[in-house]
């Protein structure tokens, strides 16, 4: 069968004229896929492609094989099941169950340009969606903007929450299903891709927040290599919101609270299979627990995908010899402290809670720790919403800025060949105080709401003019591993890697700008290079 899929490809040739609407027709290993030629440009999409199968017997086990669609063509035209998500504070989704929710989730969406062809195969996007591991579908992403560069882009779910993260020390729910998802369907891209038009050794993984964790966990797992390039926005597995140590008796916990008294993990597990999902979700919600990647514990036979704690992760015959494009907006947090935790969240000393959730320390030496920290932030001021943008700050620093950061010395450090770093800072005519966390995304993608429904952008002439350089500079790395192989009109600019000795970095505002001099907020990294370098030793993750 493999064999004969690369003469199979069957787009089908347009016969009766250029107004006439064909639909592609395309033979992969579990058969025939119609999907669709667009009427909003020249390209065909493929919705809903199920990768794999989740046993709805065993949910929070490893994904079966995709099944096969016998002698019936599949019309890949309904690209919407999401993967049953985990309502969180500040993100509650729209009340009761959507529709669309279901465990056996594992589908992805192909959008193909119509230059792709067996003779002229295409390098491959593949789009890891974001949702701090408990929510997120790939179906809200729409490759269309990126499409006319020539590439394709696949567009991925993964299990999310219990399902796909909850780590026990139990070789039957080792942990990280999610990112086996996520290997699973790049094993299908390499075996199928071709047949669309790809180029399946052309391929590039990238993510935005928990994706971008996810693509460079797989940039540091044992797993065979099964991408070219990484592209890694605003999200690492250093980040503290991005990993856990997982809870050994998470099983136990959530059958407990739905009303199954055991101290068995089989039985708790067999006993939330049964749950409906959204009872699982809740129980989750409730207790909140983290369903986030972790360290696996290893167990003979059983896959591992990732083997260490975030600080000591490694693995330079990979790192070495693939281009990374990574960077981050430059105010990740704007807006979002008192949009997630209200007022409320000044009651507290914030720095202190955080330092104690982070650090495996004597109460005075926490105290210690986030007296340092405050001053640096806030000097001597109160603790009120009057220090909202120092909040925002500080949590822009500790969660994203200098994780990245750190995340850039450690795969330089690894001998990483061209890391390219930006950062996004384009606010267009919105008068806003920084591009906040996902700002990037609606210059490369058509998003669409939890309801299908898309979202509609400002399209004031300098945005369009920021999609064109966005996608161009995107599209450039995904072909040739560089970002500005030639400068032009559009990109005046030529995007230098950073290096042992210095940083440089390419600022994304209304003009492109090279930044060679300084290092991207070096008073305050530097800061925490100080303060890691005293206290990283006592991080829950060391
Ligand atoms: C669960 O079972 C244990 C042992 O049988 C018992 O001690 C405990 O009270 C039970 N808990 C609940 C919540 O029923
Ligand atoms: C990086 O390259 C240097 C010089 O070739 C070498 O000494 C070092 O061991 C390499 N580091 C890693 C992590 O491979
Ligand atoms: C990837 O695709 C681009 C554009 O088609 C091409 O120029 C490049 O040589 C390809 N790279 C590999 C490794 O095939």
Redesign the pocket.
């Known amino acids: 069968m493999k064999a004969l899929i690369v003469l199979s490809i069957v787009f089908v040739v347009n016969v009766y004229g250029a107004d006439q609407r064909i639909d592609p027709l395309v033979l992969i290993n579990q058969g025939l896929v119609r999907g669709q030629k667009a009427t909003d440009g020249d390209y065909s999409t493929f919705l809903g492609i199920p990768y794999a199968k989740v046993d709805l017997d065993d949910p929070f086990g490893p994904a079966r094989a995709a099944p096969s669609f016998e002698e019936e063509i599949f019309y890949a035209n309904e690209g919407t099941v999401q993967c049953p998500l985990t309502p969180f504070s500040g993100y509650a989704r729209a009340a009761g169950i959507s529709p669309v929710e279901s465990v056996d989730c594992l589908q992805l969406n192909i959008f193909v340009p119509s230059q792709a062809s067996i003779r002229n195969p295409l390098p491959v996007l593949v789009w890891i969606h974001g949702g701090t591991y408990l929510s997120g579908t790939g179906h809200k992403f729409s490759g269309r903007k990126l499409l006319k560069h020539g590439v394709i882009v696949v567009a991925i779910n993964y299990r999310l929450g219990a399902y796909g993260f909850i780590c026990l020390n139990n070789p039957a729910v080792p942990g990280n299903q999610g990112l086996k998802d996520q290997y699973v369907a790049l094993q299908w891209v390499r075996d199928n891709i071709a047949a669309f038009g790809g180029n399946p050794y052309n391929v590039t993984i990238a993510g935005q927040s928990a994706g971008s964790a996810s693509v460079l966990l797989h940039l540091f797992s044992p797993k065979e290599k099964l991408f070219n390039k990484v592209i890694a926005e605003s999200g690492t597995p250093l980040s503290p919101d991005m990993f856990t140590n997982g809870d050994a008796d998470a099983a136990l916990k959530l059958a407990n609270y739905l009303g199954l008294n055991t101290t068995d993990d089989q039985q708790a597990l067999d006993f939330l299979a049964k749950s409906h999902h959204s009872l699982v979700t809740g129980a989750t919600h409730d207790l909140k627990i983290e369903f986030k990647p972790c360290r696996e514990n290893s167990f003979s036979g059983v896959d591992i995908f990732v083997d260490n704690q975030p600080y000591s992760l ?1 693995n ?2 990979k ?2 010899n693939t281009p990374i494009l990574i960077g981050n907006t430059d105010f990740e947090y704007r807006g979002d402290v008192r949009q997630m935790h209200g007022n409320e969240f000044f009651d507290k000393d914030f720095f202190y809670s955080w330092i104690q959730n982070t650090f495996v320390m004597e109460n005075e030496e926490v105290y210690t720790a986030a007296k340092i920290v405050r001053h640096f932030y806030v000097g001597d001021k109160d603790i009120s919403s009057d220090v909202n943008t120092e909040a925002e700050y500080f949590n822009s620093d500790i969660v994203f800025n200098h994780p990245i950061q750190d995340t850039i010395t450690r795969l330089i ?3 990483a060949s061209h890391v390219y770093e930006y950062v996004f800072s384009y606010v267009g005519d919105t008068g806003l105080s920084g591009a906040a966390h996902s700002a990037e995304l609606p210059f490369l993608f058509d998003l669409y709401g939890d309801f299908g429904e898309l979202m509609t952008h400002s399209s004031t002439e300098d945005d369009l003019l920021m999609v064109d350089r966005l996608t161009t500079l995107w599209t450039n790395f995904i072909k040739y591993g560089n970002p500005t192989p030639e400068t032009s009109e559009l990109i005046p600019v030529t995007w230098s890697p950073v290096t042992a000795n210095s940083r440089p970095y390419l600022i994304i505002n209304k003009e492109l700008r090279m930044e060679t001099e300084e290092r991207f907020l070096k008073e305050r990294m530097a800061f925490w290079d100080l303060f890691y370098s005293i206290y990283g030793q006592y991080n829950i993750f060391a």
């Open positions: 490694s330079s015959r790192v070495r450090n690894e001998n």
